[in-house]
C-alpha cells in the first residue's frame, strides 16, 4: 500500500470511531429534556456529520495531505526560450 492509502484508510477509520462516539452518546440524548436536550442533540449530529465527512474521505484534507503533481508543476521551456528548434 502507498503512503496515501494508509492515510485514507486511517481517515475512513476514524469516521467509524466518530460513528461510534454518535452511537454511544444516542440513549444518553434521549434520556434528557429542556434545553440539554437541545445540546445533546446537537452533539450527536455534530459526530454524524463529521463521520460522514470522514467515511466520504474527507477530500479537503486528502487533497492538503496529497496535493495533485499535476497543478504544482510548471511547464517546461527549453534553455534558448520558446523558439522552436529548425
Given at each position: ?7 485514507s ?15 454511544r ?9 429542556g434545553?440539554a436536550?437541545?445540546?445533546?442533540v ?8 463529521v ?12 487533497q ?7 497543478k ?7 534553455p ?5 528548434d529548425?
Amino acid at each position: 500500500m502507498k503512503p496515501k492509502d494508509i492515510f485514507s484508510l486511517a481517515i475512513r477509520l476514524l469516521g467509524l470511531f466518530f460513528i461510534y462516539l454518535a452511537a454511544r452518546s444516542a440513549p444518553v440524548t434521549w434520556n434528557t429534556s429542556g434545553q440539554a436536550f437541545v445540546s445533546a442533540v446537537l452533539v450527536v449530529a455534530l459526530f454524524v456529520a463529521v463521520a460522514w465527512w470522514l467515511l466520504g474521505g474527507a477530500p479537503l484534507l486528502m487533497q492538503r495531505a496529497y496535493p495533485d503533481k499535476a497543478k504544482d508543476e510548471k511547464p517546461e521551456t527549453s534553455p534558448q526560450g520558446d523558439k522552436a528548434d529548425a
